[in-house]
Each structure stands twice: as C-alpha cells, then as structure tokens.
C-alpha cells in the first residue's frame, strides 16, 4: 500500500447504515481514530435519522436523504467547531443513526401477580400479559437518555424499562377501575387504552419513544380460584344437591375403575354404589324382602344465604360455621334451609346462633 493510500484510508467519504435488524433502535457509526473529510457523503435511508454530536454536544439532524457534508448543510457543528469561512481540513464528530420503524410483537407481563380488592370474591392475586408496539419518537430525547456513549441500543434493553412502567400503570388502572375480576374479559379493550395512554404520558417526554399499541391478551385468576368457580358453575347448572350428588357418585366411579390400585377398594365402591342404586329402583318394581338393616342417617341440612337479591348455596352446615369463622357470614344475613317457614337472619336460628356468641373473657391471674 502507498502513502496516499494509507492517507485517503484513514477518512470517511461515505457515512451511512444499513440496517438488517429489526431490533436495533440506535447505531453509532463506528469511525474509530479516522476523520470525516470535507465533501464526505451522507446517506440516511428512509425510516432513519441521523445527528452528529461534537465533543458531547449534540449538533445537526439529518432526515432520510443524500448530503454532500459541507458547512452549509453543517451550521451548528460549523458554529461549535469555530469554522467562520468554511472547512477544507478532515474533522472528527460522532454520527448516531436512529431508526423510525415501529418495532413489533413486543412482549409485557406481569412478574408476580398483582393484589387487588374484589367486590364479589374478596382479596384476589391477578396476572396478566400482552403486547405491544414500540417506536423511537424524539431520537434527540432518546440519545440523551438511554444511548449515552453506547455503540448500540437494541430494544431488548429497553424493554425491561417499559414492562416496569407498564406494569406498574397496570396495578394503578385497576385498583382506580373498580371493575370486577368477572367483568374483566369483557373490557380488555378499554383497559388497554387507558393502559396506553398511562404508560405514554411518561415515556414520551423521559425517553423520546412512542409506545404506537398496546394489547391485554390475558388477565387471569389464581388456580385455586379458578378451580372454585368451575365447581360453583357445576352446581349452578345441576341446580340441584341430589342430582348434584348422582354426579359426584359417577365421577367417584370412573376414578375407581380408572384407578391402577383400585382392587378391593373399587370393589367395595361398586358394591356400595349398587346397593343403592338398587334401593332406588326396588319402588318401581316388586317389593323385595323386609330389609333388617337400620334405616340410613337423614341427608345433611343444606343451607342458602340471601346476598344483594341472589341465592347463594346450597351450603353445609360446616361451610357456614367457616364462614362464620372468616366473618364472611354476618349475624344480620339472612339465611334459609328445609324446614324453615321463611328466611331469617343467622343469629335467630338456633343451630347457627351458638356460633355469633362473644367468647367469655379471659380468667383472672
């Protein structure tokens, strides 16, 4: 290699970026010790901006186009590097090229699930997840914020940042929102735009990005809650105890038959269940033999609670002694079972009232 080889290799004629990475939201050209010489070309494709910063002081803005660098099309960094008629000399600046294209399928969730207040089931955890859609906004906001002196900025180091922020908008919108666990699904549209518009107010103006979309794809129930609620829909639809019951008993038996260790045990199950069955059926054909066995215990008392217009129930009578337990079951509430005339409230029946007593005080020393 000659002299003026060497020379002509340690400048820049063309500074430009081509960008194969959806993900890259920052580049820094990488000039190294060389320098930008007079009349050098600038290319900034479409979807680009480029800036040139000058000893840590930011300088021009160039949008999507073809620049021959002169002082002309370089007045601020004329005005920083003192040139009053002009540069003929190789000049040393650091070129950023931000892209403008929104960057897709972005991914939030919530780490650990959020406490809320539930009107209808009391203190609940929640989780939810979704996506969204990111986009550098204001590059000369994003480069004094995040960018710094790094060489890159690719989006995955800012999506931890916005997930914070999203999540965070997301406690504060659903505790303000009062909107019940059950009703959720059916306003996931307009949580997420009031999501957006929470999560925006603070990235625009901070960071130089626009978050262009958000979406909720899910917002979920812890397992034991979900479990719950499919078994109080069970009962719903059977919408009787007995018959209730009859389903229990067929489930208990495909799970016997089912079962690798059934054996005796799913015999004996099978006996019992055709033994009743068979008392069942004994009324619709002949009378067999005067059994001697004594007659079977009576069903346990089932029991309903009035709350807001609605039954609630059927209940046992130790689900209601539980309730009682957590004060979920007031003395005022008005309860119903067999045998009653009308509903009354809980301290009045005298199987329940037992359990609204005031403990007696402690004994003295």
Not at 21 to 35: A, C, D, G, I, M
Not at 221 to 241: C, F, H, Q, S, Y
Not at 306 to 330: D, K
Request: aromatic letters at 8%; charged letters at 20%.
């Amino acid at each position: 290699m000659g002299l003026f080889d060497k020379i002509r290799g340690e400048f820049i004629d063309i500074i430009e970026w081509i960008d194969d990475s959806r993900h890259t939201l920052v580049w820094r050209f990488p000039r190294y010790q060389n320098e930008i010489k007079n009349g050098a070309k600038l290319i900034v494709r479409p979807g680009q901006v480029a800036i040139f910063v000058s000893e840590g002081k930011l300088a021009d803005v160039f949008e999507a186009g073809t620049y021959e660098l002169t002082t002309a099309n370089l007045p601020i960094l004329t005005t920083l590097k003192g040139w009053k008629y002009g540069f003929n000399s190789p000049f040393k600046a650091e070129v950023y090229f931000f892209s403008l294209r929104p960057v897709l399928d972005l991914k939030w969730g919530t780490p650990n699930p959020i406490m809320l207040r539930d009107a209808e089931f009391g203190p609940i955890r929640i989780r939810a997840f979704g996506s969204y859609v990111l986009k550098a906004a204001d590059p000369k906001a994003l480069l004094t914020e995040i960018v710094g002196t790094n060489a890159a900025v690719s989006t995955e180091e800012v999506t931890e940042l916005i997930r914070s922020i999203i999540v965070e908008s997301l406690t504060d919108l659903l505790g303000s929102s009062q909107i019940a666990a059950l009703d959720m699904a059916s306003n996931y549209r307009k949580l997420a735009d009031e999501l957006k518009k929470k999560v925006q107010e603070r990235i625009d103006d901070e960071y130089g990005l626009e978050l262009q979309q958000l979406m909720i794809v899910n917002i979920s129930l812890p397992d034991e809650v979900e479990k719950a609620l499919d078994l109080r829909t069970k009962m719903n639809v059977i919408g009787d105890m007995g018959r209730f019951q009859q389903y229990q008993m067929g489930e208990s038996m495909v799970a016997a038959a089912n079962s690798p260790a059934g054996g005796g045990a799913a015999e004996g199950m099978g006996l019992g269940i055709g033994l009743a069955m068979a008392n069942r059926m004994t009324p619709l054909g002949n009378p067999g033999p005067p059994m001697t066995a004594p007659p079977p215990p009576p069903p346990p008392a089932v029991w309903h609670v009035a709350n807001q217009g609605q039954t609630l129930g059927p209940y046992s009578i130790q689900q209601m002694v539980e309730a009682i337990g957590r004060a979920e079951l007031q003395a005022t509430s008005m309860v119903w079972t067999a045998g009653m005339s009308d509903w009354q409230p809980a301290s009045k029946v005298p199987s329940l009232a037992g359990y609204f007593q005031a403990p007696p005080p402690p004994p003295k020393p």
